[in-house]
């Protein structure tokens, strides 16, 4: 079954890379907040990283040399990965991204728009993807854009990235087998989209968990050079 149609644009986007205020000032207080904080080479911690009640996940502050084995068409080069689901409620399940190179976060139920900066002293510079893994297809499909983040003299710059947490319905096309693709399209429209719209990242793997029986998944791919705190702010949509 294909449908061809217009892709219509419906990701939020409320606040512009560049400013240099605090997106508190236009969306409210945060529904959770992530520091991401980058250690020099070496670090050995004591202890383990998975009290889910913690607001830290500790990245390489170069992830040069942080490889991993290919992941269908990704392959995984000075980069860590933050792997995330959803769930009830907001957890860090794993808080440590320097040993093995991954961390994971669960991700509360509800959409947001994700706002991030680069904070602490200046100096420094990170890119930041979204990615959909479809693990029956052994294809990544990269979500949104690539986001460039530093930190230079003055306020820190924040950037809106809420595009890297929705699937176009064009990816979701490809990524659907034939077979299955009228009742998963059946289900997001069940579940408030329209057709052509971009789905939440975590309503399309739900719908493919309750349709097709699929368990995908959804990470970050973090290259970082030099920032020593990058904070993630989730705000309700």
Excluded at 41 to 48: E, F, H, L, Q
Excluded at 67 to 73: D, M, S
Aim: charged share 15%.
């Amino acid at each position: 079954m294909a449908i061809v149609l217009a892709l219509a644009v419906s990701v939020p986007m409320f606040v512009t890379s560049g400013i240099g205020g605090s997106p508190n000032k236009s969306l409210g207080p945060p529904a959770f907040v992530l520091n991401l904080i980058g250690k020099k080479m070496g670090w050995s911690p004591n202890g383990d990283f998975d009290n889910p009640d913690r607001h830290t996940i500790f990245v390489p502050e170069d992830t040069t040399g942080y490889n991993q084995a290919p992941y269908g068409n990704l392959t995984v080069e000075n980069s860590v990965l933050i792997w995330m689901t959803s769930g009830s409620e907001f957890a860090v399940i794993d808080g440590n991204a320097c040993d093995e190179g991954n961390a994971s976060l669960q991700v509360g139920p509800d959409r947001y728009i994700v706002c991030v900066a680069v904070k602490g002293k200046p100096g420094g510079s990170s890119t930041l993807k979204g990615w959909y893994y479809d693990d029956e297809g052994y294809t990544c499909y990269q979500l949104g854009t690539t986001k460039s983040l530093s930190r230079n003299k003055g306020q820190p710059v924040w950037v809106d990235v809420t595009d890297i947490f929705y699937i176009s319905w064009q990816q979701i096309l490809a990524a659907t087998p034939d077979i299955m693709e009228a009742d998963v399209i059946a289900w997001l429209l069940a579940h408030g989209y329209s057709v052509g719209d971009n789905v939440w990242i975590f309503d399309f793997l739900k719908a493919l968990e309750e349709v097709m029986g699929d368990t995908d998944y959804y990470f970050w791919q973090l290259a970082n050079s030099g920032c020593k705190l990058i904070q993630v702010r989730f705000y309700p949509a």
